[in-house]
């Protein structure tokens, strides 16, 4: 069976670092993309970038490019997201989600994580 | 970047209709285009992917359709737990972009 679990919710203050996981079990972790996608509460879905895990691939959206650092680990079969100085304007729930390539389809979400940035 | 505009972004029908939410790309996409259903505080769910087919276990009443830039979501008839957020996705190039979301109540 194919899971993704992520980590469980954040609260951090402005300007913290923060690295948040999604394990990725039931399939061939190396041949799937892994995609993040953000959710501001009460708003819409915005895809935020792209991973191959098996050689680090990675792709963002120009509104997120250097402002997140998405990465994996191919040995514990997670893909992570991070922030080296998070603000206010981050608060929200982030999902990531296996990307089938053959079909552009995202099959497979994680629970998401609820990160809440607040001074 | 590859913009989508869906409509209408709530719609409020009965138990029974036949419902059809539209998503236009503002270029053309090829079959990278999909839709999904989310309900409160849940993850997003694949309904519909490559326009027309459906995902596994997601029952028969969903249908997609369309080609080009133009691409329809239609519920055949509309269930109490059909209550939902839709949205159309286009992963034909990067960055990937959903549409605006369309709130369904039901009366």
């Known amino acids: 069976e194919v899971q993704l679990v992520q980590s469980g919710a954040e609260v951090k203050k402005p300007g913290d670092s923060l690295k948040i996981s999604c394990l990725a079990s039931?399939?061939?972790?190396?041949?799937?993309?892994i995609a993040w996608v953000r959710q501001v509460p009460g708003q819409g879905l915005e895809w935020m970038g792209v991973?191959?895990?098996?050689?680090?691939?990675?792709r963002y959206s120009p509104s997120f490019q250097g402002l997140v650092t998405i990465s994996a680990d191919k040995s514990i079969t997670t893909a992570y997201l991070q922030w080296s100085g998070l603000e206010a304007s981050d608060t929200a729930i982030y999902y990531c989600?296996?990307?089938?390539?053959?079909?552009?389809?995202?099959?497979?979400w994680g629970q998401g994580t609820l990160v809440t940035v607040s001074s | 970047d590859i913009q989508m505009t869906q409509s209408p972004s709530s719609l409020s029908a009965s138990v029974g209709d036949r419902v059809t939410i539209t998503c236009r790309s503002s270029?053309?996409?090829?079959?990278?285009f999909s839709w999904y259903q989310q309900k409160p505080g849940t993850a997003p769910k694949l309904l519909i992917y490559?326009?027309?087919n459906l995902q596994s276990g997601v029952p028969s009443r969903f249908r997609g359709g369309g080609s080009g830039t133009d691409f329809t979501l239609t519920i055949s008839s509309l269930q109490p737990e059909d209550i939902a957020i839709y949205y159309c996705?286009?992963?034909?190039?990067?960055?990937?972009?959903f549409g605006q979301g369309t709130k369904l109540e039901v009366k």
């Open positions: 270029q053309t996409i090829g079959d990278y």
């Open positions: 039931g399939y061939s972790f190396n041949t799937y993309w």
């Open positions: 996705l286009q992963s034909y190039s990067t960055p990937y972009t």
């Open positions: 989600a296996r990307l089938t390539t053959l079909t552009g389809r995202f099959d497979y």
């Open positions: 991973i191959y895990p098996h050689d680090s691939d990675t």
């Open positions: 490559a326009v027309s």
